[in-house]
């Protein structure tokens, strides 16, 4: 993260200040940026509205207010009202009545102002009433009775803002702490000359005794402790430990001196707020249940002050105004709180203030406004003998444990995944640990973070150090040896050494095996770990076998709503989904919801995770809206529980790209692989696996879109961070080699597309069994760089190979036998063998019939590749009836601008294009341009497609002058889009040659034609089908001229290769030797 936007995080606020006059030399303009840098430390200034509006997009996580010259306000206000992280604006103008009328009819422009001095108090006023309306809270529901099992449903927010007070109380805190805390400042409000004379100030005079007096100044103290509780940013809550510690130990203390005066007696409170709509429909449904309030808690005896911030927060989307009427009975509860009027900045005031986590029953809540959505709630301080009050208590205490607060802190760090914190807290225990047992800890807690930080080559040390440890001091059995064995082939699965972390599960299930009951959870932990290792391996059954083993345990150890039985669950769907049987897999991930829908917070990224698996289902099925429905859900869970650039957010933005790039929607699909990007490069150290998974999912993107190069790009970026993150025979390494042989086949350099995908293959066999299906596909993917190099032997000998891996590996009828059998059946349709090609199809058709949805898009594929069969066959009714099937299919399943929509129509233009009917090949052809002219950059090579099929069709037509404008479109597009031997260039100039014969311009026939030759010469082995394609065209030219001679060299030519490269009945075998035949006897 850069140190400009950490700085700026620390208080979570953003102002621009927009005017075309800026001039930062100039004074005015100094004085105008120091008055605005006294509330908010970071100004921002710009003089155009696209720079503006560019800020904005750019900050989506910092509540924003602008400051608008009037003249640039009326341009900029209509393009940013809208955008939810900007609170208000301001007209900066000396001319209040030109700007008056406009302005009032924006809702977020608080008034036309003639002076910064008049500016800095709204916006001081406005950032007080954003601190009040971010103030957390969580609900809890009056049904929580205590059990594990409910308590599971307790916010992340709630149980670990308590445990950072918890664990902060218990840790001793000295002068350095405060040192620390002022250089931190000193660096964060470095050029702002405001902030630095109060960090000044409050280095010379603080003391515990002015912890309240500093908190409620409402300086940038407030304004960054209460931020990092709301965002448990654990590196801010740490340095400002000691002063959360002394505002807490200061209520106490004015608390006990203070009790008398209340004689016991239950009085009034009041508080008001904006809050979010989300949690007013909580309090209304929970009626009985606890609130608590996250941080420290200032309240007022006025109500009518309470009622004004209430009202000032109308207005706000989504917000609602609430104005809390508390009840405090001092006899039941000994909860903290003080009147801190004598202490307080503000003495004026009559404030109390309730200490972190103050708990209160919810009651009656009254709307106390009938034109707008203000209402008042009662609320009623918890009792000390509250019994789910204590359990809530007991439930947090439990989340984490360690002997001293520092390694407690360090657990919960972990927890909320901070990991840098949390290893520079790690490191420094270890310096100072002398005790074996607390060495073994702290290494294997920094096992822990480089686990979870990707770095596993890392990782392993440290757990090793621990292990070492352990053994020296323990015997070979104990339990406490389990643990570390376990965590050891976690890494090593994620490595990718899967016999590696099958050997120290074994280990720790030894161990645990004898050490714990049959019955015990953590057994069933470590068996869900081993189907793990066996899923990764494609050994299915294996997988099986031990995720229902752990789910035996769970059932008969756990109620049946444990969060851990979702896990259960979880993992056999997917071990369901790789087989192929979706709706196995959709019963188990629906189980898994189910139970984490009753257990579990209704914004647990638990349920997420379930949304985005039950997706990822029908996404496969093809049910591409049904899969966005629930990857939406999972996006809507995670933006409200996780903070902004949590790397879980941005899987769910890859899946939801991955959706669009399937339906077609390119750009779509981009937008959301680039947030995914942002958020990891943000949230992920530079080399970490993830980060080169969306660099690779934005080169697939590009690839399909055609540009070659951007692919290129963003597949070696990917596999430059493999290389260092990952161990040199890791799978994913592999994965990355394929994604660049794919980039490397579409632009027909296939001798570099091999090379790559023999790099990947040689991983695939030192990494993965032999029956791993993930080698079955590395045997196609070489197979399918040989059928694009015409060398049909060598390409059918890997697609059997990669057959018969499949047929061991995977169930009958699971969609990549299918799509095995398609592949095979294309290669015979290419080779002519047409009986072959139909049953090979047709193997494939019902596989998917059996396995898939009716309008699932590869059905559709399988009916257009049997329709293909026919067209070649002649068999133009069957064609045309397989490829109208295919047409159905698309229309039902994709929406109406995808490119395989287009394909299809392509499709059935050629079938009337060699029925002859051209009119209707013309019609079907330009419905599919259409299609591809909205879906499609301008260069793509499947615009150059269309062109060149239309240019067929009047060629076939006799109109010469038609077909060469559209041949020249498609090669002007294929120029741009391919590099410059590329065999579909060739192609191309084929075409156009064509042309120019069948007008008898045979000089230019022959220069494209000779031109197109040299290409495939260049690009193309040396019997590759396409040359013979070439050399016959080139003998019909020397034909047409009557250069007999010249003509039966080249169709000797072509007949040579066509009988090396073609089966011995190929059509075009006997169409070259017919050619010869007919040019010996002009000779």
């Known amino acids: 993260m850069s140190q400009q936007r950490r700085r700026r995080m620390a208080e979570n ?40 509006i560019g800020l904005l997009n750019e900050n989506k996580e910092e509540t924003s207010f602008v400051i608008s010259s009037g003249q640039l306000g009326q341009v900029l206000v209509p393009n940013i009202h809208g955008m939810r992280n900007l609170d208000a604006i301001y007209i900066f103008s000396r001319k209040e009545e030109f700007h008056t009328e406009w302005a009032k009819h924006w809702t977020k422009i608080k008034g036309v102002h003639d002076s910064i001095e008049s500016i800095s108090q709204a916006l001081q006023v406005a950032v007080k009433q954003c601190n009040q309306n971010n103030t957390v809270v969580s609900i809890i529901s009056a049904d929580v009775a205590g059990s594990t099992e409910n308590l599971n449903q307790l916010e992340p927010s709630f149980m670990y803002t308590q445990i950072f007070k918890e664990i902060l109380l218990d840790m001793k805190h000295g002068q350095q702490d405060i040192k620390d805390l002022v250089t931190f400042w000193q660096h964060q409000y470095e050029g702002n000359e405001a902030a630095l004379k109060i960090i000044d100030e409050f280095q010379r005079t603080y003391n515990p005794t002015f912890a309240i007096w500093w908190y409620t100044s409402q300086c940038f103290t407030f304004n960054m402790l209460n931020r990092a509780l709301r965002t448990l940013d654990g590196d801010i809550i740490i340095r400002m430990g000691f002063y959360l510690c002394d505002v807490h130990r200061q209520i106490e203390d004015l608390h006990s001196k203070q009790m008398n005066q209340y004689h016991g007696k239950t009085f009034l409170v009041y508080r008001g707020q904006g809050l979010q709509k989300a949690d007013f429909d909580k309090i209304t449904k929970n009626e009985g249940g606890l609130i608590s309030f996250n941080n420290f808690l200032s309240t007022s005896k006025d109500r009518d002050v309470s009622l004004a911030f209430a009202n000032s927060a109308l207005g706000a989307p989504d917000m609602v105004g609430i104005l809390f009427q508390m009840t405090i009975d001092p006899k039941e509860s000994s909860t903290t709180f003080a009147s801190i009027q004598e202490v307080s900045y503000y003495q004026e005031e ?37 019994q789910q009050l204590h359990q809530l208590t007991d439930r947090i205490r439990q989340e984490t444990s360690g002997s001293t607060g520092w390694y407690r802190l360090g657990n919960l760090l972990l927890k909320i995944r901070q990991f840098d914190k949390a290893e520079e807290l790690y490191m420094a225990l270890l310096e100072q640990a002398t005790e074996d047992s607390k060495k073994a800890y702290i290494y294997h807690e920094l096992g822990r973070v480089k686990l979870q930080q990707g770095q596993y080559e890392k990782a392993i040390p440290f757990y090793e150090k621990s292990l070492e440890i352990l053994r020296k001091n323990l015997p070979e059995d104990h339990s406490s040896l389990g643990n570390p064995y376990n965590n050891i082939g976690l890494v090593y699965h994620n490595m990718g050494n899967y016999s590696k972390a099958l050997e120290f599960y074994q280990k720790a299930s030894k161990i645990n095996e004898t050490a714990l009951s049959p019955d015990d959870p953590d057994l069933a932990t470590l068996y869900n770990n ?53 709706s196995k897999a959709l019963e188990f991930y629906e189980k898994a919801l189910k139970i984490r829908e009753k257990s579990l917070p209704p914004n647990h990224p638990y349920l997420a995770t379930s949304c985005n698996k039950i997706g990822v289902v029908y996404h496969n099925m093809g049910d591409y809206s049904k899969a966005l429905e629930f ?39 981009l937008e959301f692989y680039e947030k995914s990007r ?63 042989a794919v980039v490397y086949n579409n632009m027909g350099d296939y001798t570099k597309a091999l090379g790559f995908y023999e790099k990947a293959h040689q991983i695939f066999e030192k990494a993965l069994p032999p029956n791993h299906p993930d080698f079955a596909r590395s045997y196609h993917n070489i197979g399918g760089v040989y059928y694009a190099m015409g060398n049909y032997s060598k390409a059918l000998d890997f697609y059997e190979k990669s057959h018969q891996i499949l047929e061991k590996a995977l169930p009958l009828n699971h969609p990549d036998l299918a799509t095995s059998y398609n592949n095979i059946g294309l290669l015979y ?73 287009a394909t299809s129509y392509n499709s059935i233009g050629l079938v009337y294009n060699n029925m002859g009917n051209y009119s209707k090949a013309i019609e079907f052809y330009e419905k599919s341009l259409k299609i591809t002219e909205k879906a499609l950059p301008p260069n793509h090579p499947n615009l150059a497609n269309s062109y060149n099929n239309i240019g067929v069709v009047y060629h076939n037509m006799g109109d010469y002058s038609k077909a060469l404008e559209f041949f020249e479109k498609a090669l002007k597009i294929r120029e ?15 075409n156009i040659a064509g042309v120019y014969n069948n007008m008898d311009d045979y000089p230019k026939a022959l220069e494209l034609y000779e031109k197109a030759l040299k290409m495939m010469e260049k690009s193309l082995p040396a019997n590759h089908p396409d040359l013979g394609y070439s050399y016959n065209n080139i003998g019909m030219v020397y034909f047409g001229k009557g250069d007999y001679s010249k003509a039966l060299s080249f169709l000797e030519k072509a007949l040579a290769i066509r009988q090396k490269s073609l089966p011995s009945t190929h059509p075009l075998i006997q169409e070259t030797k017919d050619n010869i035949d007919y040019v010996k006897k002009k000779m």
């Open 678 to 740: 942002q958020i990891f490069e943000k949230a992920l150290p530079p080399n970490h696996p993830d980060l080169a998974s969306s660099y690779n999912n934005i080169g697939e993107v590009c690839r399909t879109m055609g540009d070659y190069s951007k692919a290129l790009e963003f597949c070696e970026k990917a596999h430059q961070i493999f290389e260092k993150a990952l161990p040199s025979n890791h799978p994913s390494l592999a994965q990355s080699y394929n994604n660049i």
């Open 829 to 901: 349709n290419n080779m002519g063998d047409y009986s072959k090609a139909l049953e090979f199809q047709e193997k494939a058709l019902k596989i998917r019939e059996k396995s898939l949805p009716p309008n699932h898009p590869d059905l559709a594929t399988s009916y257009n590749h049997i329709g293909e069969v026919y067209r070649n066959m002649g068999d133009y009714s069957k064609a045309l009836d397989f490829y109208e099937k295919t047409h159905q299919i698309f229309e039902k399943a994709l929406p109406p601008n995808h490119p395989d929509l």
């Open 530 to 582: 081993i189907a793990g290792v066996y899923h990764s391996m494609g050994d299915y059954s294996k997988a099986l076998e031990f995720n229902e083993k752990a789910l035996k345990i769970e059932e008969n150890a756990l109620p049946s709503n444990h969060p851990s039985l979702a896990t259960s669950y979880s993992n056999i769907g997917g071990v369901y989904r790789d087989i192929g049987d979706y």
């Open 976 to 990: 741009k889009a391919l590099p410059p031997n590329h065999p579909y260039l060739a192609l191309f100039y084929n």
């Open 350 to 386: 009559e404030e109390i203030l309730f200490s972190m986590h103050t708990v209160f029953r919810i009651g009656e809540v009254r709307k106390i406004d009938m034109h707008n959505p203000l209402y008042e709630v009662d609320l009623k301080l918890t009792a000390d003998d509250d």
């Open 631 to 669: 990857y939406e859900k999972a996006l809507t869970i995670e933006e409200k529980a996780l903070p902004p650039n949590h790397p879980s957010l941005a899987q769910s933005y890859n899946n939801i790209g991955e959706v669009y790039r399937n339906m077609g929607d390119y750009s779509k699909a």
């Open 13 to 52: 606020y953003l102002v621009i200040w927009i005017d075309a006059n800026i001039n930062a030399e100039n004074e005015d303009c100094q004085y105008t940026l120091s008055q605005l840098r006294g509330i908010v430390n970071e100004v921002k200034t710009c003089i155009t509205a696209e720079e503006c």
